[in-house]
């Protein structure tokens, strides 16, 4: 079992920044594919960016590509996401994840209870 755990969220103007985090328990950080997804109401989970166990790859839904950043320390086991250029649209839920493989789908084995974003313009 995983606990996984996400900090940084808030309320933003457009064009601001934030870095969420997300600190997961145990010592078997490194053995877990790391996502980010967003929901909004009434809308289905949406698929934001994933990292590999090592870091080595990174991948971003085209919605926040160059804006966004994935990240992971695995010593500290925290990923983290570095939101620049925000949008009101960016507005949602996030939510971390740990999986044993990289989807864009919402398949992954444990979730965070999520944190709100808010960009007003």
């Known amino acids: 079992q995983v606990q996984l755990v996400e900090s940084g969220g808030g309320l933003v103007q457009a064009g601001g920044s934030l870095r969420l985090s997300c600190a997961a328990s145990g010592r078997t950080f490194s053995s877990y594919v790391m996502g980010w997804f967003r929901q909004t109401p009434g809308k289905e989970r949406e698929f934001v960016a994933a990292?590999?166990?090592?870091?080595?790859?990174?991948y971003y839904a085209d919605s926040v590509k160059g804006r966004f950043t994935i990240s992971r320390d695995n010593a500290k086991n925290t990923v983290y996401l570095q939101m620049n250029s925000l949008k009101p649209e960016d507005t949602a839920v996030y939510y971390c994840?740990?999986?044993?493989?990289?989807?864009?789908?919402?398949?992954?084995?444990?979730w965070g209870q999520g944190t709100q974003v808010t960009v007003s313009s």
């Open positions: 990292i590999t166990r090592n870091g080595g790859s990174r």
């Open positions: 994840a740990a999986g044993v493989v990289v989807a864009t789908t919402p398949t992954y084995n444990y």
